[in-house]
């Protein structure tokens, strides 16, 4: 028979495990009988287990074997049995099945002691040295979520998992695919635990219907909700002011930034975009010191030669900014209408009605109408709270994604200042979950951002879906260097940049595997065994990793493989779910008020 046909190598293995099987169905039956007759109270009768028993079993049947002890006793009894080593060797079998799939060698990386800073103890340790408002709380009692932002439970020995969390002095780096637990496994958690101010980002629903209505029951404090693309459909019950504050060349620099890195990740640092971010600033401030508004900066970009917001800034002792503006408008005319055009293009979510409604003053609802009231948000004030902010745009052209990087920037810089009066840090913490980074959330200057705002109390979760993703956003400089600033970085499912792959494979470190051969010479075998060393996880094991697992590199501890939990298997997930379903009976609500887009009510 040829190798690999129905018998073949297999034959002896099938024989072996056929006499196997045939003796546990006897040794089975036998203790079956014996436990049945010392249950119904005739003791344990019958023949000891041996070729005898099997005899006596097959020529005189159960009845005789165990005299006074029902047939169906015994029977329920084999049946009880077979089903207590099922379910042992189904665990087995599904616990090594896993491990197979994994592909990871869990006993090569991080154990408990080498990533001890994230374990429990320390965490409770870590977090009442950086909050002292937990100094009232004994040290056992301090509640899990006010020590810092889950991610993911220690994978180590059979039936070991400890929860790891990072500590308020960390900033967080999150890198995978689609699918893979980002917003289930991170973002949801670290809201729902968040002890302070949270701002959460997205460009879906999911993590607004997951989290707001436990968040504001919590809290007790208010959800504000940044929803101008009808994501939502949440109604219009504030707005926000992003010239609020920007009296200097800085703050309008800064504010100008987020609108010219729309077009910035595709031309880079060329001049066209580096021209179209110094004329925005110029009308931003203009703008700002006058007391106009966005509408007028808009205004003023369709108008290349108009001198108005050069003489408010000359009004308002602004010499020098009204003449960088005046010479960019008095400068050859192909050069700038190319400016114009650029700032444009960045600021082209200025065209739009729905967006503006919320930066922009309130206005009359219509001729003769009062003006609607609508409080402002205040970003020092909601530093100082337990609020959560909700910021959510479409991805594309023309969406709201400058305006969401504005506020979250304007947000993070008020907590740093606030950090600053108070001794330093923020207490409770401030945390910005940045889901969809970079697609809605575009901070320029976001890795210099990370070197500093851990040591504030603000910590950010960036969650970005591949390297490559970053990369067009801050350059390949600025993402290595986002990167290396993360104290924390979760590296999930997905990463098929095989560069990234290499480098996180070399991050891990090797281990040393045993090899065995064996050569044969004049009838004997000689077997040898060495040591090698070799990656513990290859690029390609890097690239498939299970959905549901990561690496975590933080600073100071060995690359370990952790187990996401995602929000639908935690304590609390019957109340998750109840929100969510709420949330969606209500976005549903909504849209049906809405006329429909063939213009049917």
Request: hydrophobic share 45%; net charge positive; proline share 6%.
């Amino acid at each position: 028979m040829r190798r690999g046909d129905g018998g073949g190598d297999l034959g002896p293995w099938l024989v072996l495990a056929g006499a196997w099987g045939a003796i546990a169905l006897v040794a089975g039956a036998w203790s079956a009988g014996r436990i049945a007759g010392w249950l119904w109270g005739t003791g344990a009768r019958g023949p000891d287990l041996g070729v005898d028993f099997v005899l006596a079993l097959l020529r005189d049947g159960p009845a005789t074997v165990w005299a006074g002890v029902p047939p169906a006793a015994v029977a329920t009894v084999f049946a009880a049995e077979a089903l207590v080593v099922g379910v042992c060797v189904n665990s087995v079998t599904a616990r090594l099945r896993g491990r197979v799939r994994a592909t990871v060698p869990v006993g090569s990386l991080a154990g408990l002691a080498d990533v001890a800073p994230l374990a429990p103890d320390q965490a409770r340790r870590r977090a009442r040295a950086l909050r002292p408002s937990l100094e009232h709380l004994h040290r056992r009692r301090t509640p899990a979520d006010e020590c810092g932002v889950a991610v993911g439970q220690l994978s180590g020995r059979p039936g070991a998992r400890h929860a790891l969390r990072a500590s308020w002095e960390d900033v967080l780096l999150a890198v995978m695919a689609p699918r893979a637990g980002k917003t289930t496994a991170l973002a949801v958690p670290a809201v729902l635990e968040a002890p302070g101010a949270v701002v959460a980002t997205s460009n879906k629903a999911d993590l607004w219907a997951s989290t707001s209505a436990l968040r504001a029951g919590r809290t007790a404090e208010r959800v504000w909700v940044f929803d101008p693309q009808r994501i939502v459909f949440a109604p219009q019950t504030w707005w926000w002011n992003p010239l609020r504050g920007v009296d200097t060349v800085e703050e309008a620099h800064r504010l100008a930034g987020h609108f010219v890195q729309e077009v910035r990740g595709t031309r880079d640092k060329d001049f066209w975009s580096s021209a179209a971010h110094d004329l925005l600033t110029g009308l931003l401030l203009a703008a700002a010191v006058s007391g106009k508004n966005l509408h007028d900066v808009f205004a003023w970009l369709n108008d290349p030669t108009t001198p108005e917001p050069a003489d408010l800034l000359r009004a308002q002792g602004r010499a020098a900014a009204a003449a960088s503006l005046r010479g960019r408008q008095l400068g050859a005319a192909e050069t700038r209408d190319g400016v114009y055009e650029t700032a444009r293009t960045a600021a082209q979510c200025l065209r739009d009605d729905s967006i503006m409604a919320w930066v922009s003053p309130p206005s009359p609802a219509g001729p003769g109408a009062p003006a609607r009231v609508l409080d402002e948000l205040d970003a020092p004030a909601f530093a100082r709270s337990r609020q959560t902010l909700y910021l959510l745009s479409r991805d594309g052209a023309g969406a709201a994604a400058p305006l969401v990087a504005a506020l979250t920037d304007r947000v993070m810089r008020a907590a740093v200042r606030l950090a600053e009066r108070r001794g330093g840090r923020l207490d409770p913490p401030l945390l910005a979950v940045l889901d969809e980074a970079a697609n809605i959330c575009r901070i320029s200057d976001l890795p210099d951002l990370y070197s500093h705002l851990g040591s504030r109390g603000v910590v950010p979760l960036t969650i970005l879906q591949s390297y490559g993703q970053g990369r067009r956003v801050w350059g390949d400089h600025g993402m290595d260097a986002l990167w290396s600033a993360a104290t924390c970085k979760i590296i999930g499912a997905g990463l098929d940049d095989a560069k990234v792959a290499e480098d996180i494979s070399r991050l891990i470190g090797d281990h040393d595997v045993t090899t065995r051969s064996t050569s044969r010479g004049r009838g004997s075998a000689t077997t040898s065994t060495s040591q090698r060393s070799q990656r513990i996880l290859g690029a390609d094991a890097v690239r498939a990793l299970p959905r549901g697992g990561a690496i975590l590199l933080a600073t100071g501890c060995r690359a370990a493989y952790v187990v996401l939990t995602p929000w639908y298997r935690a304590p609390h997930s019957a109340e998750v779910a109840a929100a969510s379903s709420a949330a969606g009976r209500l976005l549903t609500e909504r849209a049906a008020q809405l006329p429909s887009e063939d213009g049917a009510p």
